[in-house]
């Protein structure tokens, strides 16, 4: 099991240089936010995050939470919306059930320290979690609430779409963070838990971006103040201190899981530009070639002769 004491010693010297190796698979977690399966509500990552919450607030060690959500959101990768009862309905056992999806798993963890596929596949709980009732109402409207987008003082903002909530945000920052809780000795519970939690203030004040931040000015500390103070109320007694604490970290960079968070947090917002980078510059070459969208099969010769009838293939 992945506990702060295998993840809490000093990050090596050399630890920042192998950030390179791991931004693919960061990378490729990104689309999470733009994952949906039929008969859930939302995005895989507003999920994620409604579960995580839930897991909290029922009393569940942030450790724990951490670990089995990072876990979930590598098997969703190449499973995405698969579990347990999923696969037992469809008569595997439940033996071939958890196989499969440790395989889905694996297979999506590679670039990562074998102690932390080890840990985190130990970790792993592939049962469906049932939400809490009721969740804190904020657990909703931060799914609900959209990010800014791009914007800068005194220019127009910039309307990217599909715009991603702020439960796809804290999300994916809290899973990048129990990633990057090696490279910084961080211990992965604090890590996932200041991702989860930093942007409590916006379950109530819309995110105008940094334009609007600094047209609010002094009024900000303030307003974001008051806005988390509500949201913590939600929360049960025992709970509270706990995530005020994760939110204390947003405000340092010298503590280790602060140091993670940090990092998590500007990876999540620059791949989210990058992904509607891609996005833009995608081609039909890429499919049709790249990609092979039109794969193997018994109809790929015709599918094949349709599409460069149409002339959407070349002759060849």
Sequence with gaps: MLTSTTLSAPARPEALTELADLLPLLRELNDLKRGRVAGREGSLTEQLFARAWAALVAGHNPTT?????TAWALTGLRL???DEPLLTSLDLTPAEAT?????ALRDAAKPLAEELIASVTQGADFQTTSLAAPLPAFV????QQPRAGATHPGQPRIMLWPPESHADHCALVAVYGVLLSPTFGADPGEAFLTGLAHHLHNAALPDPGYAGDELLGTRLPGLMARATAQALEQLPEGVRPVVTAALDRTRVVDAPAARAFHAA???DRVLEMAWHDQSAQFRLHQALGDLNIVHAGFTQQFHQQVLTAAGLLPVT
């Design 99 to 103: 196989q499969t999806l440790h395989s």
């Design 265 to 267: 947090d500007v990876f």
């Design 140 to 143: 909703g409207q931060l799914a």
């Design 65 to 69: 939470v951490a670990l089995r959500e």
């Design 80 to 82: 995405p919306g698969y």
